[in-house]
């Protein structure tokens, strides 16, 4: 077996037992047969209670208030870029990052009717239409392509309008009822989407960590020099960044605060010192999490 294969069985080994006791409750941003309900099971397992939830907002508040044990919330995807929402929700929540996890996106035709042939309208998120474009054109170039909230929502006018498909995932297929007709039909075979474990604790170190921060200096609408004073430490110290985004404080116009993924876990040297030297820099600091990379 691959080691990803090993891994998913250890997996499920691990959330059936756990569930034997009482089984985990995780949030995630819903409805049902979502990609980040498959990101949930790929994660936890199918035997822990996945809660779907209206917003990311929702599914902080849920676990900030103890109804979900964790969250599964999307952070990015490679060609879309970063979820804002999810980045805007730390400078108030006092949740940490306890993990990520990669899910590679593969978008199929889903539907009950018979063939290509027969199928009038698809329904699905205007990403997902996008993210297919190519393949629609060529094969089903007269059908309507409809727009929708979401690819659930898209399913579940596939189940039960007569000539309507749905673009969506396996996950989707078995929620909903329906046979996956075309599979892989998205334009890129790269497409992913990263996603974080949310939760009220901070981990101890895996051997093989990410560590995201929070940051803002004393004066952020100071220029380049003020960037330069965030990444030194970093720099001095060999310590890796390996994404960086900047959001509105909240606080007053034109001041921002700074996401970085730093390489290693924030306990653990070289980057427990360029953290050290960092927070005597910065009037906001705060780790948001140091957890275990991500594994295909």
Known sequence: LRDEEILRLFREIMSACLAQQEPLKVGFLGPE???????????????????PFGTIDEVFQEVEGGVADFGVVPIENSTEGTVNNTLDMFLTSPLKIGGEIELRIEQHLLGTVESLEKIERVCAHEQALAQCRGWLREYLPHVDLIGVSSNAVGARRARDEAGTAAIGSDTAAEVYDLRVMVTNIEDRADNATRFLVIGRELLASSGNDKTTILVSTRDTAGGAGILHALLLPFATHGVNITRIESRPSRRKNWDYVFFLDLDGHAEQEPLASALAELKELSSLFRVLGAYPRAIA
């Open 33 to 51: 047969g979502t990609f980040t309900q498959a990101a949930v099971y790929k994660h936890f397992g199918h035997s822990v209670r996945a809660l």
